[in-house]
């Protein structure tokens, strides 16, 4: 005869509600003890076909998008079409889905418990903006996370990125083929852990071409059109030494550098080539139509969707870093 969930509860010492939370996948419990009550129940031979302790099917997912500056995560045609993905997912789950942004600069710990109650299966958590202490909010709460966006060395959640460095030195690589030049970059001057990976990527692909990367110059500029097109008017007017082309950290920035170069007297791409990152819409319709690297953004909503049901209804998972591919879209600024 197998053991009930009252009986499994009395030998392990612990009280009825955490073994029947254990059992049927809600949060209320810490992972170790999830992990004790499953093992002891398979052991002592719990009947897993009993309703009790079949899998919660369907239930809430909260896509919180962490904002810090607020230069990069907002209305933006990246994040609606990260959205659209999560949303497709979510119906395929039978989820329903809760969008809340949180304010860095505003009580995180309020915020995060507006945003989970009443329920929260789990939280897919956009990190674009965020640093690794912005995570210590998160690890004080036990329900199942993935983190969206960006990577950290050191922690316990599955990430789902870009895959930035091999975005940029394709990209690099590109624009050093086209011009023959050594290349300059236009760095964003707000530090977004992605940028990163694409600073990497720029500066691989400058080697691999034999170039000193000491020789590329490098602006840095707001990541927004018109914030990069003032950086760059004044970059411009200064009489600063500039590049015969440049490879942007993102679409914003590469649109507005070419409406300065443009308003200064510059030729694009005969005078200075650019090529960009993110392919979102306006950049097929700027002039010329900017050359840039495609994110497939929404199938990573869905990817990201995919991991969290896997998380919510399986709770012993080691932790993954998926990186997406990105390609080359070739258009008329290089």
Sequence with gaps: MSITAKELAKKLNLSAAAVSMALSGKHGVSNETRKAVIAAAEEFGYDFSRPSAKRKIGGTICFILYKRQGAIVGDTPFFSQLTEGIENGCKAGGYK?????????????????????????????????????????????????????VYFDNIKYDCILINNMQGAFIATDYLITRTQSQPGYLHSSYHIENFVGRADGFYKAVRHHGMSTSKSIVHRLTPSVDGAFADMLRLLESGEDMARSYFADNDFIAIGAIKAFKSFGKRI?????????????????????????????QYMGETAIKKIIELITNHNQVNVKIEIGTSLIKRKST
Aim: net charge negative; hydrophobic share 40%.
């Design 97 to 149: 889905l809760r969008i809340a942004y949180l304010y860095k600069s505003e009580s995180l710990d309020t915020q995060l418990r507006d945003i989970i109650y009443p329920y929260c299966d789990g939280i897919i958590l956009l990190g674009t903006e965020m640093l690794r202490d912005d995570l210590s909010i998160f690890e004080k709460i036990n329900i199942p996370l993935v983190l969206l966006d």
């Design 269 to 297: 791409p005969e005078d200075v080539a650019i090529i960009g990152f993110d392919n979102i819409p306006m950049s097929s319709y700027t002039d010329p139509p900017l050359s840039t690297i495609n994110v497939p953004k």
